[in-house]
């Protein structure tokens, strides 16, 4: 039976029932692959990341991956992205020349190669690899936050969490309506038909270090999108802490019972 969305712009939900300002569920796991130095698992709606963490280790030559290599001074950072070929509805099977995956390496190592303490490892390479189980929007923030949590696992020492998430307009570009209003945490469905930006911030703070924005936009709509996304950056920086915090206190019960 279709669902029945005829009293949604009455009640001002979204079609899976969200507000304006709701984020999707968020389930998170941590230290999930003994063999890796860090992992993590994260779900954003139905989106679905695998992260694993390699290194600090010596130096090697850089693959396909996507990187960025400082002198030897510092730690360089390397992002390996893989889709499996189920991950989407179109079972398209990306290969390692994909421009969309490319990007996503590089955006995603650039963001890391400024937050992490690369200094305290000179002439090593810190790999970490993303595996996009399931998409249904906010790839990016949703790969961000996995790795976020992956490095902490690993014990490499950062700044702050870098902390992701999408916001949208309700209008497209084209209908130029003044009375438009943002939208946080955008699903698969919401982004083929609306403009949105992706925003990454450090910590609680409303310091941007990612901002990607791909759909065309009114240009008096990208301050109130950016509010909202900052706002849901703190949001998620809280559920992201509470993951760390409960795993920590499971790693310190486990050692004090020994």
Same mark, same amino acid.
């Given at each position: 039976?279709?669902? &029945?969305?005829?009293?949604?712009?009455?009640?001002?939900?979204? %079609? &899976?029932? @969200?507000?304006?300002?709701?984020?999707?569920?968020?389930?998170?796991?941590?230290?999930?692959?003994?063999?890796?130095?860090?992992?993590?698992? %994260?779900?954003?709606?139905?989106?679905?990341?695998?992260?694993?963490?390699?290194?600090?280790?010596?130096?090697?030559?850089? =693959?396909? =991956? =996507?990187?960025?290599?400082?002198?030897?001074?510092?730690?360089?950072?390397?992002?390996?992205?893989?889709?499996?070929?189920?991950?989407?509805?179109?079972?398209?099977?990306?290969?390692?020349?994909?421009?969309?995956?490319? $990007?996503?390496?590089?955006? *995603?190592?650039?963001?890391?190669?400024?937050?992490?303490?690369?200094?305290?490892?000179?002439?090593?390479? *810190?790999?970490?690899?993303?595996?996009?189980?399931?998409?249904? !929007?906010?790839? %990016?923030?949703?790969?961000?936050?996995?790795?976020?949590?992956?490095? /902490? #696992?690993?014990?490499?020492?950062?700044?702050?969490? *870098?902390?992701?998430?999408?916001?949208?307009?309700?209008?497209?570009?084209?209908?130029?309506?003044?009375?438009?209003?943002?939208?946080? #945490?955008?699903? !698969?469905?919401?982004?083929?038909?609306?403009?949105?930006?992706?925003?990454?911030?450090?910590?609680?703070? $409303?310091?941007?270090?990612?901002?990607?924005? $791909?759909?065309?936009?009114?240009?008096?709509?990208?301050?109130?999108?950016?509010?909202?996304?900052? #706002?849901?950056?703190?949001?998620?920086?809280? *559920?992201?802490?509470?993951?760390?915090? @409960?795993?920590?206190? /499971?790693? %310190?019960?486990?050692?004090?019972?020994?």
């Amino acid at each position: 039976m279709p669902l &029945d969305t005829s009293t949604y712009t009455l009640a001002l939900l979204r %079609l &899976d029932g @969200r507000r304006w300002n709701e984020l999707r569920r968020i389930h998170a796991q941590i230290s999930i692959q003994a063999a890796a130095d860090g992992s993590s698992y %994260l779900e954003m709606g139905n989106t679905k990341i695998l992260c694993t963490v390699a290194g600090p280790a010596e130096e090697r030559r850089r =693959g396909a =991956g =996507g990187g960025v290599t400082s002198s030897d001074e510092k730690a360089s950072v390397v992002v390996e992205v893989s889709v499996a070929g189920f991950s989407g509805v179109d079972r398209k099977r990306r290969g390692r020349g994909d421009k969309r995956t490319a $990007e996503l390496q590089s955006t *995603i190592a650039s963001a890391f190669s400024t937050t992490l303490f690369t200094n305290l490892y000179p002439r090593s390479t *810190i790999t970490v690899s993303l595996h996009i189980l399931a998409q249904d !929007g906010s790839l %990016l923030a949703a790969c961000l936050n996995a790795a976020t949590l992956a490095l /902490i #696992d690993a014990g490499i020492p950062m700044a702050d969490y *870098i902390v992701a998430c999408t916001a949208g307009s309700t209008s497209a570009y084209s209908s130029n309506d003044g009375n438009a209003d943002p939208l946080l #945490d955008l699903n !698969g469905m919401e982004e083929q038909e609306l403009p949105f930006l992706t925003v990454g911030t450090v910590g609680a703070t $409303e310091k941007v270090s990612v901002l990607v924005m $791909e759909t065309r936009v009114q240009i008096g709509r990208v301050e109130g999108m950016l509010a909202v996304g900052v #706002d849901g950056c703190k949001q998620v920086r809280e *559920i992201l802490d509470g993951v760390v915090r @409960r795993q920590g206190k /499971i790693t %310190l019960g486990s050692r004090v019972s020994q």
